[in-house]
């Protein structure tokens, strides 16, 4: 079983990528799922024997982008004064 203190270290170090991005422009969901590919999707992968079933695994990998589409929005607030 994965802890979610795993997921959330992921979920806080992805969301860094994102935090530099935000300066340059809004951002969007292509870049929450960038931002997953850059740095989340090998975590996971590290994680996988820890996954019961694909189900759980599915399930770690929605709550992050879920986690980072909330960031997201929160970041473009703070940078741009608005949610995408």
């Known amino acids: 079983m ?3 203190s795993e997921l959330d ?3 806080q170090k992805t969301a860094e990528l994102l935090a530099d991005k935000v300066r340059d422009a809004p951002l969007t969901d292509q870049d929450v799922e ?4 850059a740095f989340a999707r090998s975590r996971l992968e590290h994680l ?3 996954f019961k079933s694909k189900q ?3 399930q770690a990998r929605d709550f992050i982008i ?3 589409r ?3 929005k929160q ?3 703070e940078h741009w004064g608005k949610e995408e």
Do not use: G, H, P, Y
């Open 34 to 37: 960038m931002a997953f590919d």
């Open 75 to 77: 970041l473009n607030a």
């Open 48 to 50: 996988s024997d820890s």
């Open 56 to 58: 759980e695994r599915t």
């Open 66 to 68: 879920m986690k980072l």
């Open 70 to 72: 909330e960031r997201t």
């Open 9 to 11: 270290w992921i979920v």
């Open 2 to 4: 994965v802890e979610l």
